[in-house]
Every structure is written in C-alpha cells, then in structure tokens.
C-alpha cells in the first residue's frame, strides 16, 4: 500500500464523485425525497386464438445496465388451488416494470380468485378476474402498481380472451398487445402480423375502394412463431431483452409452460 502514495500523498481535503454540501446550516428550505420505484426492464406479450391464449415474456431482469439475474419469470398462473400443483389454474397474469410490485399484485390477485372459488363453488371466470384484477389497481391509484399487466385466458365460450391495462386499472380486452421495454419494437409487428393494420386486398379496387384485410384468429402454431420472432428481434435490439423466453399456453386442456433461449449478452 505505500507504493501506491509513493509519488502523490493523500490530500487532507477529500474529493467525492457527489457534490460535497455545506456543513453550514442553511436558511433555504431543504426538500428531502426518494423514489420508491425502479424499472426492472423486459417485456411481454400475448396473443388470443380461436380457442387458446398464449402469453410470453423474456426472463431477464436488470436495474440500469446491470444484470440481476437471468432466470425472473414474468408469467404467473392465477387460481390454482394447491401448494403443491398448479394444474388447475386456468388464468395467467403477466406483469412486466417493477418486480417487486408485479409480484405483489399476483399475490393479491391469485389470493382473490381463490377466495372466490372457496366461497362460491366454482372456479371465477375470464370476465370477472379481469375486472377484479381492475378493481385491485384502481384501489392503489394513489400510490400505484408500478407494473403494466396483460391478463389471458379462455372465456366463457371457450374462446381465448386477452385483457391489457394501464397501472391504474384501466382494461380493454384485445387481439394481441405487448408492454415493457421493447413495447415499441414488438407492437409494430404484432400490428403487422396479427392485426393487419393497413393492408388491403389486391385487386379489391383503387384508393379509398381498397378493402381492408380482416383480422382473423391466427392457427396456433403461427402465433408461435410470431412471438418467437418478436422476441428474437427485440433481443437483438435492447439491451434489457434477453436470457429466455417463457411462454404459456392455455387451452380447454389447462395450461402449457415452455422456455426457448434468446440472446445472453
């Protein structure tokens, strides 16, 4: 260690990387805070079928530009009745933003489902988690769920159903929608591919004659595809998309759970 002061000896005047403030007491009023929130980064997505939903979202979590770990799933299954086995859920939530407040809100969440089935009987459905979940988010308006949520599951014509909110409990239920950090580089896609979004029919006339292309339910197996190519393409363009990707799918059957890599660095 005394090489290292060899040649220039420790200064008695310290110097800090922060502004080094006054010890003098000061007249002005001093206004003290914090934040309470922090974005963990990653992203999800989720597609409705004729008869299944798939949700997907990415494993990895970070604050700024560093790694927490490569393994935070985002996808939880809602209303399961055992400890031991989830195999009778049939509702899954993702939430993507702050982790600590997107685990919170499962807990709430998954507890009000199984609440319900305890009192009534039977398991709650699509429609009426979708408004609970709304429910939850409004009542914390004031100090809100720092996460953004898509709910999925099949509803009561067995139809896959999809519901997108905003932190305050605003919904709308919807074909396909995607949130987190590459938000805006999968949504032009998914418009592309699922919605449709300004294609029209060849040959269905000229200028405003044209007949716009209908967004039809997509087979299964595209929808797959889909959502392996968005993430592939958002890992290779944001830094905080990455690891694996967890997808679930839900079905008349219950709900399929698989990962698929992405992009490590």
């Known amino acids: 260690m005394g090489s290292v002061f060899a040649a220039v000896p420790p200064s008695a005047d310290m110097t800090y990387s922060f502004p080094n403030t006054s010890s003098q007491p000061s007249s002005a009023p001093q206004q003290h805070a914090f934040n309470p929130y922090t974005d963990n980064g990653g992203s999800t997505l989720g597609i409705s079928g004729a008869d299944f939903c798939i949700l997907a979202g990415d494993t990895r979590s970070t604050s700024g530009y560093s790694i927490n770990t490569r393994l935070a799933p985002k996808l939880f299954k809602i209303g399961a009745t ?5 195999a009778d859920a049939h509702i899954v ?3 993507v933003g702050f982790a600590a407040d997107g685990i919170a809100l499962r807990e709430r969440l998954d507890t009000a489902v199984k609440m319900y089935r305890y009192q009534h009987g039977k398991p709650m459905s699509l429609a009426a988690c979708a408004q609970r979940l709304s429910h939850i988010l409004y009542g914390k308006r004031f100090f809100p769920f720092y996460v953004t949520c898509i709910l999925g599951g099949l509803d009561e014509n067995g139809k896959g159903g999809l519901y997108s909110y905003d932190p305050v409990g605003s919904y709308e239920r919807e074909q396909c929608r995607s949130a987190g950090a590459a938000s805006s580089l999968i949504t032009p896609f998914l418009d592309n591919q699922v919605n449709k ?3 029209y029919i060849p040959g269905s006339g000229v200028g405003h004659e044209l007949q716009a292309q209908e967004a039809v339910p997509l ?9 392996k190519d968005a993430f592939s393409g ?3 363009r944001h830094i905080e998309v990455g690891d694996d990707l967890q997808m679930m799918t839900i079905t008349k059957d219950g709900i399929q759970e698989a990962y698929h890599p992405l992009k490590k660095d």
């Open 82 to 86: 055992s400890t031991e086995s989830d």
């Open 93 to 95: 939530l993702s939430v």
């Open 197 to 199: 979004k300004n294609q």
């Open 219 to 227: 087979p299964r197996q595209e929808v797959e595809d889909i959502i």
């Open 234 to 236: 958002a890992a290779e």
